[in-house]
T-cell receptor, first 113, second 111 residues
Framework: DAGVIQSPRHEVTEMGQEVTLRCKPI?????LFWYRQTMMRGLELLIY????????DSGMPEDRFSAKMPNASFSTLKIQPSEPRDSAVYFC???????????FGSGTRLTVV | TQLLEQSPQFLSIQEGENLTVYCNSS?????LQWYRQEPGEGPVLLVT?????EVKKLKRLTFQFGDARKDSSLHITAAQPGDTGLYLC???????????FGGGTRVLVKP
């Protein structure tokens, strides 16, 4: 099993540009989570899906952020337009019904200049 | 919002010493998980504790869930440089699958 796969690993973009982060969860996992990690705020849950349906998006900072999960094997997190304060490491994680916790991807380090 | 507070925020010890990391909340969780994160990687699950008062051991690591299921501790015996990393506790709400993470404890074990 290749684990949770995120792309790209690093992204540097200019303020105002659109950024799309991608995630492929572990096959068979029915829950997918997007987190953001910064030194100041730690790991923050942005949104999570159960069976491809968004359940809780209360952590999404503002309307510039959107997430989709068109099928069980793919999710995207989009920021448009991006701002320097969006700079952080964005993690995707998935979990199944076996209560074995989350499996995290390696993250995408986003820098907005 | 259920908050988890970890202490200390940073711990630096010599190889062979013991250490304890604490995770506290005013809320009750259905389960509590501990993760370790290394630089440039995502957190990796170490253990899940579910029952109040539960103690789990993973080699030199001992995890305890408080009787009231509001707090937990991680104890490392005879720490090694390979134990260096960011340790995160995370509580699962009773309803649903959502985890709330603590702020983390950064552990440095010097050889």
């Amino acid at each position: 099993d290749a684990g949770v796969i995120q792309s790209p690993r690093h992204e540097v973009t200019e303020m105002g540009q659109e950024v799309t982060l991608r995630c492929k969860p572990i096959s068979g996992h029915n829950s997918l989570f997007w987190y953001r990690q910064t030194m100041m705020r730690g790991l923050e849950l942005l949104i999570y899906f159960n069976n491809n349906v968004p359940i809780d998006d209360s952590g999404m900072p503002e309307d510039r952020f959107s997430a989709k999960m068109p099928n069980a094997s793919f999710s995207t997190l989009k920021i448009q337009p991006s701002e320097p304060r969006d700079s952080a490491v964005y993690f995707c994680a998935s979990s199944g019904t076996d209560n074995y916790g989350y499996t995290f991807g390696s993250g995408t380090r986003l820098t907005v200049v | 919002t259920q908050l988890l507070e970890q202490s200390p925020q940073f711990l630096s010890i010599q190889e062979g010493e013991n250490l304890t990391v604490y995770c506290n909340s005013s809320s009750v969780f259905s389960s509590l998980q501990w993760y370790r994160q290394e630089p440039g990687e995502g957190p990796v699950l170490l253990v899940t504790v579910v029952t109040g008062g539960e103690v789990k051991k993973l080699k030199r690591l001992t995890f305890q869930f408080g009787d009231a299921r509001k707090d937990s501790s991680l104890h490392i015996t005879a720490a090694q440089p390979g134990d260096t990393g960011l340790y995160l506790c995370a509580g699962e709400e009773a309803a649903g699958n959502k985890l709330t993470f603590g702020g983390g404890t950064r552990v440095l074990v010097k050889p």
